[in-house]
């Protein structure tokens, strides 16, 4: 379907609110991304002591108060940031909306592990007496919570849901806002992804049995996609949500716009609980293709899901050589290196990071690519410093997840 | 504990519970939810924490008697009067 015909059925980016483990805004992040900064340290996480992680230092104060942050979660607190954040640089005035036609749609990988741990170790403090629970991890847990914190917070009366899809999640939320636009089912959209996946001993214990646990003596090394000594992932939290809005909209109350999202897709491996598969990948970066009437040689910036684990990189890349091999002019980044996998808000977060090329013309580029692995040969990665291409016109953003499900969105210069 | 000790337990409590709030000019006969923002689930905080701290168990039956500060030291006090006030 080509919705460029209706405006009503143009969506539009007009606000950008983010926390990364190296930026807590826009400009931050993407002076961190041109840069090399990377946002990798050494964390404390129970049980297993010392691991490498993303972590994020936004100000959770700025927004909400102590008893919500006491009350609340670490992805409602990242969630209320990033959708105050998004609105702030919207210029929405909160107070002069009709709260009821706003609806919060978030992407999250997983939720409730974190409360669920904190209250199993709670009660063991009590011989495991379960009249120690807290009353508090039912809504803690439920999945809805980040994005119900966020309307409780904002007197958003609008619906409001997460979308759970693996690693897929943050591309996933960002699709549900601009269909629900579209439906006419709202009139505004905080649409994107959270994660506080750092927060739980269960998510690096599990990527460490899986033997995709980076591990590395420079934590802003470990994290290094498609290099030949790269060695799992780095688990970190983040959050990025996006104001949606139809471009009718935006342009009545002329509204800086970021983008149009002009193409997405989403469909599923059918293969395996977590390895990927290449050719439903490829499948549906074609889709979002068509769905915006472009070639793959249209796109100029690629910004790939790349996680850092042995196969999961040879997979993409195989994808990627299918879909844009021989193309010179579709430049490859990713982010992944800079600030580890940032689980539901990676979709989101990862596409911010090059929505600033519309203006400056600059692929920012991948960390840590000191030896290509020979299986992930693409033609035009961009390593180690920004590549100037004067003008961009179109940026794709992959991301995948376990049980296979895969993303794409493509967002066009406005 | 003494009545005082028992009314600084409740304020140690009301101030992990309720952080933003200033719990030193708490009025003991007006009720906490008149002078303070609380709900009920913040009044099942007071509870747990009650038990964590000092193995007391409140009733659903007497959670009024939690209404005010007065009220909750009239009916901790001989709940609490063998108990030490943790340092």
Redesign the interface.
Known sequence: MNNKVNPEQRIVITGIGLTSPNGNNLKEFRESLLTGKSGVQKFETRFMGEVLAGVCDFDALKYQ???EL??GTRAGSVAIYCCHEAFGDAEIDLEAIDRSRVGVYLGVTEHGNVETENEVHNISK?DYDT??W???HNPRTVANNPAGEVTLNMKITGPHYTIGAACAAGNMGVIQGVQMLRLGEVDLALAGGVSESIRTFGIFASFKSEGALAEHEDPTKASRPFDKQRNGIVCSEGGCVYTLERLTDAEKRGAKIYGEIVGYAANSDAFDFILPEPGRQAECMRLALNQAGLKAGDINILNAHATATQLGDIQECKALRDVFGGEKSVWINNTKSFIGHTMGAAGTLELSGNLPAFEDGLVHPTLNLDELDPECHLDNIVSGAPKQLGRVDYIMNNSFGMFGINSVIIVKRY | MTRDEVRQAVVSILA?????EDVSSIKDDVTLREQM?LDS?DF??IV?EL??RFNVEVPESDYQQLVSMASCVQYLQPLLKDRQLAS
């Open positions: 108060k102590k008893k006491r009350r009590y009249k120690y807290s009353h508090h | 992990d519970i309720a952080p933003d923002d689930m099942l905080d747990m038990r964590k």
